[in-house]
């Protein structure tokens, strides 16, 4: 049975720091891309960053400069460090694992407000 679960969302201030972290166990095939997206309330999910396999990564916009996406291959497990983090990043982080199959974890809820 795959299973994709995050952690370390919760409620920080404006300007604050955050560090997520996503583990995946069982799942089939070789792992390619991980991944953040995020959806804050009212509007789609959207992506936030990737790392392939090779360490190359992919940032939004919207966070780049701020979010560091990191992986440990050999633990099937994805981080997001945030810094500098604004009201406007509030929202659901959900953690994407691709292999042959596309698994997506149940969300944590990222809070920025003074």
């Known amino acids: 049975q795959a299973q994709v679960v995050e952690s370390g969302g919760g409620l920080v201030q404006p300007g604050g720091s955050l560090r997520l972290s996503c583990a995946a166990s069982g799942i089939f095939g070789s792992i390619t891309v991980m991944g953040w997206y995020r959806q804050a309330p009212g509007k789609e999910r959207e992506l936030a960053a990737t790392?392939?396999?090779?360490?190359?990564?992919n940032y939004a916009g919207s966070v780049k400069g701020r979010f560091t996406i990191s992986r440990d291959n050999a633990k099937n497990s994805v981080y997001l460090q945030m810094n500098s983090l604004k009201p406007e990043d509030t929202a659901v982080y959900y953690c994407n694992v691709r292999s042959l199959l596309n698994y997506w974890g149940k969300g944590t809820l990222v809070t920025v407000s003074s």
């Open positions: 790392i392939t396999s090779g360490g190359n990564t």
